[in-house]
């Protein structure tokens, strides 16, 4: 009798991790179906489930995570840690990660622990999704759903970048970006919103992205040649 009562009793913990484990499957393919269809050098299933880092840092978040919502935060950190080692991707346990996130190349892409990431986000390598330093409570940022950061941007403080934005390489975002808009430089700067131009900035494309540094260098030699022309003036 006291047999077939530990047998009838177990039988749910086995439905529930029988479920576990098909939840747990399906994400995977779902991972690797994003990653098939967002990166062309992607050649088959096996290859991004061997090779790709950012699958592999993701995988691990979600585990990481798992445990810190039931506050083992040290057994958290310890996955997540040993992850950034394995990956040289530093998610923290405590973000909050949508849907069909594709971390391309990944190296030295850090997601704090307050950021918030919406579904089918993708982030190329480099990126920093952190704080300034100045915040309490929450403080990363918040991603909308299908938004795009380029490779070496740095998105910094507890605002939200809007659905289908876009922000450039290198950029350095320190406040909010509207829905479907891109911003480019350093700050970084809205140069498109909806479809229609607001600066003279080109849009992202990951190839032809204006350059921070240039632009400056190119203000400057317009603000001197203005200096030299009222100089001549005055002569």
Known sequence: MGTKIKLETSLPALGRAEAKVKRIIREVREDVAVIRERDPAARSDLEVLLLYSGLHALLAYRAAHALHEKEHYFSARLISQAARHLTGIEIHPGAKIGRGLFIDHGMAVVIGETAELGDN????????????????????????????????????????????????????????????????????????????????????DQIHIPDPVAQQLAELQRRVAELEKKEKERE
Do not use: S, W
Not at 133 to 143: F, M, N, Y
């Open 121 to 204: 986000c993708t982030l190329y390598q480099g990126v920093t999704l952190g704080g300034t330093g100045k915040d309490v409570g929450k403080r990363h940022p918040t991603l909308g759903n299908n938004v795009m950061v380029g490779a070496g941007a740095k998105v910094l403080g507890p605002f939200t970048v809007g659905d289908n934005a876009k922000i450039a390489a290198n950029a350095v975002v320190l406040k909010e970006v509207p829905a479907n808009a891109t911003a480019v430089g350093i700050p970084a700067k809205v140069v498109r919103r909806d479809g229609e131009r607001m600066t003279d900035a080109a849009d992202l």
